[in-house]
Every structure is written in C-alpha cells, then in structure tokens.
Antibody
Framework: QVQLQQWGAGLLKPSETLSLTCAVY????????WSWIRQPPGKGLEWIGE???????NYNPSLKSRVTISVDTSKNHFSLKLSSVTAADTAVYYC??????????????????WGQGTMVTVSS | EIVLTQSPGTLSLSPGERATLSCRAS???????LAWYQQKPGQAPRLLIY???SRATGIPDRFSGSGSGTDFTLTISRLEPEDFAVYYC????????FGQGTKVEIK
C-alpha cells in the first residue's frame, strides 16, 4: 500500500520561503511524476508543479518564477520550495503522484495517490 | 493554459437520484487526459475517473464518465449518502489544470 507522508512549516511570515517535503512509502519512486497541488481555504485546487525520479521538472507558469521542486531518490523524498510568500499563498498543500511508462512516456495524467495535506498560513 | 469550467456550481439532490456534472474545456483535451475527483471536507481528493471514462481502482460502478474533446460528464447513477461531496475535473493534455468544482449537496 503506497502512502505519501508530507511535512513542513505551517506558519510563515510574508517574504519568507515555504518549504515542504513528501516521502513515498511502500512503492517505487521511478515511473511517476511527483506533484505538488494546493487549495486555498474554501477554494479549488491548483497544480504547482512536478518532478520525476531523474529530476526533470514541470511547473505551473503562473508560479514558475517562485517555485523549486527537488528530489532525493536515496530517501524516496521530494520537496517544494516557494519563495517570497504572501497571504495569497495560504493554502492546504498536497503532494500527489501520476504514473507514467518510463519506456514510452505514456501517462493517464491522473493523480491516483495523495498525501494527507499540510496547512500553510502566511501571516505577519 | 486550458481552462476547465464546471457546471452547475451546486447540485441539490436527494439520495437515490441521478447526478449529472459537466466539465467544459476552453480547448480540446488531447487523448482524453481528463480525470474526475471527489473531495470531502478535511480530506484529500480521491481519484474516481481517468481517461475520461475509466474508473479508478475500487470505485463503484454507479460512477461513470463520458465525453471527449471539450465536453465531459461525470454521472452518478444513484446517489448514496456518502456521495455528497465536491467534485473536480482535471486535465493533463496541456500542463495540468483543475475545474473550480461542483458541490453535490443533500436536498
């Protein structure tokens, strides 16, 4: 049973850098895109970006200038850094995975496993 | 960026009734990279449908998806009490985006 367990600082001041980590337990790390998704209180979901086991990344264009996603394959971890946060970055942040075929690149593009979510509040 | 517009915003129905949720894309979603999720308060979303019409593992057959191109539909044939939740569509044809959600509430 694959599980994603995430953690990180829950309270930040404006201009600080958000930092979260997601660990993958019980499954392979390769053959997946590992994503970060966020959800402001009472609002919808926003995809932030993703990374695969070899470190190839894709980012939401609206956040790209402030986002860095990295991977540590030795620990089956991947991490999110979001710089210069403001109150608009207050949200529940989720990690999630999308499966893809390493040989063909084919993916169904759907997030099948999600972390438990981490509430991050930005306030002075 | 592909914008997904879901309708209606809220659907008020009774248990046992049929629910029909719509998701319209601003441009064609390639290879039907369209998924549907269910989210309950305080929980992470759960994958229901991928590839527009394939049910994810463990999803009851009262959930079905259809559509292609720019118009997609999630149908819940007979609502069970546990189906009252918010539903999101999501595309991966060009980057990845979500619709704004449809809330299915008890009438």
């Amino acid at each position: 049973q694959v599980q994603l367990q995430q953690w990180g600082a829950g309270l930040l001041k404006p201009s600080e850098t958000l930092s979260l980590t997601c660990a993958v337990y019980g499954g392979s790390f390769s053959g997946y895109y590992w994503s970060w998704i966020r959800q402001p209180p009472g609002k919808g979901l926003e995809w932030i970006g993703e990374i695969n086991h070899s470190g190839s990344t894709n980012y939401n264009p609206s956040l790209k200038s402030r986002v860095t996603i990295s991977v540590d394959t030795s620990k089956n971890h991947f991490s999110l850094k979001l710089s210069s946060v403001t109150a608009a970055d207050t949200a529940v942040y989720y990690c999630a995975r999308i499966e893809y075929d390493i040989l063909t690149g084919y993916s169904n593009g759907a997030f099948d496993i999600w972390g438990q979510g981490t509430m991050v509040t930005v306030s002075s | 960026e592909i914008v997904l517009t879901q309708s209606p915003g809220t659907l008020s129905l009774s248990p046992g009734e049929r629910a029909t949720l719509s998701c319209r894309a601003s441009q064609s979603v390639s290879n039907s990279y369209l998924a549907w999720y269910q989210q309950k308060p305080g929980q992470a979303p759960r994958l229901l449908i991928y590839g527009a019409s394939s049910r994810a593992t463990g999803i009851p057959d009262r959930f079905s998806g259809s559509g292609s191109g720019t118009d997609f539909t999630l149908t819940i044939s007979r609502l069970e009490p546990e189906d009252f939740a918010v539903y999101y569509c999501q595309q991966s044809g060009s980057s990845r985006t979500f619709g704004q959600g449809t809330k299915v509430e008890i009438k």
